[in-house]
């Protein structure tokens, strides 16, 4: 909103009217945010660049992006692959500029293609069904933008830049889709579970943020151990543990990196989730460090025994000693759900694995 002419001085109040990408059918984040696509799933034409980081590529959580030089004219033979790990279905993504050399770059017009064995390759065509559809880039470099196609059953999906601004190319993304069991038809078929509105409308669910308390006071609020493991989560403090809280004091639970223990799991459970009417963003943080770091992985928990487990985020291994942030889409679901934060002891015994102030 840029004001052209007012009266005396410029005054405004306004309200913006929209919705969630994410709440319409089969239109779920499928992993750039959220780390469930790592980055071996992640390549390029140009990979073997010293500047390619397959991180920068993630939507809004990199600076940088996908970087390409400036082309003089049309980019030819380049290309961003997405390796999802299994057959999804994919109906859009989101697109954003980035840097190159400082510059702020970003594509103008791109082309889609798909496959499923990562070798045989279709492109997304026009209404002419005659060639490849070009889809409009971006018009700045840090403006999300929602691109959209008919849904594709796939699991490799491959970006070819046409045209790029004069700086340079830089792309950051993410794909919107659903798993191939769901598909599309889901909301119609699945009978909802009636939950009192009240309850309904209370996210975070009671007891599911948790900071994990403050010195002598150690709580896990609502969460539970899985007892259908050996090993559980510790609560530290700053004082006691190998590292400092994330916010400098108070409690973390940590599970520390042990050879007799090697590849056995802690698991914390969260309350039951309600999420029938719209998605969620989950948020924690995170400390692994040591040579011998296991695993980290977040799932989700559904309430039918005959359901396994779904993995929604992992990190492996050394991330640096220092805290991160982690985020988790909690997808609009009719289905009930728990989350898991579940930690897999390495080979050895330095190093381990912290999570606080989850939200």
């Not at 380049?78 to 859009?92: M, N």
């Not at 530290?236 to 108070?250: A, F, V």
């Not at 090697?262 to 009417?277: E, F, I, M, T, W």
């Not at 889409?329 to 289905?335: A, E, I, M, P, T």
Request: some cysteine.
């Amino acid at each position: 909103i840029k004001p052209a002419t007012w009266e005396t001085g410029i005054s405004l109040r306004f309200e913006v009217y929209g919705c969630k990408i994410t709440d319409y059918p089969c239109s779920g984040m499928l992993g750039m945010v959220s780390g469930l696509i790592s980055d071996s799933q992640i390549t390029s034409s140009n990979q073997g660049d010293r500047n390619w980081m397959p991180e920068n590529i993630r939507l809004v959580t990199s600076r940088s992006g996908w970087a390409l030089p400036p082309a003089p004219h049309s980019y030819v033979n380049e290309w961003l692959q997405i390796d999802l790990g299994e057959e999804k279905i994919v109906r859009g993504i989101i697109i954003q500029g980035g840097k190159h050399r400082e510059n702020k770059v970003f594509m103008r017009k791109f082309k889609i293609g798909y496959s499923n064995n990562g070798s045989d390759w279709k492109m997304i065509m026009d209404d002419s069904k005659r060639k490849a559809k070009s889809f409009e880039g971006n018009n700045n470099y840090d403006t999300p933008e929602l691109r959209t196609f008919p849904a594709l059953s796939t699991r490799f999906i491959r970006i070819y830049p046409e045209r790029a601004t004069h700086g340079g190319l830089g792309l950051r993304m993410e794909l919107l889709g659903c798993e191939v069991e769901g598909g599309t038809t889901v909301l119609a078929t699945e009978k909802p579970t009636v939950i009192d509105s009240t309850i309904q409308s209370e996210f975070p669910t009671y007891g599911f943020n948790c900071e994990f308390g403050w010195g002598s006071h150690k709580t896990f609020c609502h969460w539970e151990h899985d007892n259908h493991v050996q090993l559980k989560w510790s609560v530290l403090t700053s004082k006691t543990g190998p590292i400092q809280d994330h916010t400098g004091d108070g409690n973390f639970i940590y599970s520390q990196a042990d050879e007799n223990q090697k590849g056995k799991v802690a698991r914390l459970v969260s309350p039951v989730v309600y999420s029938q009417n719209s998605a969620h963003c989950m948020t924690f943080w995170y400390h692994m460090s040591g040579s011998h770091v296991g695993t980290l992985r977040v799932k989700l928990r559904y309430q039918k025994p005959e359901e396994y487990d779904q993995l929604v985020w992992m990190a492996i291994g050394h991330q640096g000693d220092h805290w991160k942030e982690g985020r988790v889409l909690l997808h609009k679901s009719l289905k009930l759900y728990q989350v898991i934060f579940e930690g897999e002891i390495g080979k050895g015994n330095l190093g381990g694995i912290a999570v606080d102030d989850i939200s």
